[in-house]
């Protein structure tokens, strides 16, 4: 005589779809799977919660640096425009000085003839 668990072996598809003791497992092993699943999310959340807080340290860092860079070239930049700058008003204003005297004065004449 076959006890019930080789018995169901023996079972039709449409059969042991019906039985209790089929159902019974199916649902314990749903049980198990969804408990496993939900263990696994939750392991897999908090890996990446702690993988994304180390990265935002290594980032933090990253642009300080970065930001540090950047202002260095911005105040090289603004120091080499300042010169620039600096000497071209220079420029304007000895060119402007040299304009004042020689038309206000008189010192250039431009198309005059000489005197005897």
């Known amino acids: 005589m076959l006890n019930h668990a ?20 199916v649902e314990e092993q749903t ?3 969804t408990e496993m699943r939900q ?11 702690a993988h994304l807080t180390a990265q935002e340290e290594i980032l933090k860092k990253l642009m300080e640096v970065s930001q540090q ?6 105040e090289a930049k603004h120091e080499r425009y300042g010169q620039i ?9 000895e060119t402007s000085y040299i304009y004042y005297n ?5 010192l250039l004449r431009i198309g005059a003839t000489k005197d005897p």
Do not use: T
């Open 102 to 106: 020689v038309v206000e004065f008189g």
């Open 69 to 74: 860079n950047q202002m260095k070239q911005i």
């Open 39 to 49: 263990k696994q999310r939750k392991e897999e959340w908090e890996m990446m919660k």
């Open 6 to 25: 080789e018995s169901c072996l023996f079972y039709r598809p449409e059969e042991a779809s019906k039985d209790p003791a089929v159902l019974k497992l």
């Open 31 to 33: 049980k198990q799977w």
């Open 85 to 93: 700058i600096s000497h071209r008003l220079c420029y304007v204003a």
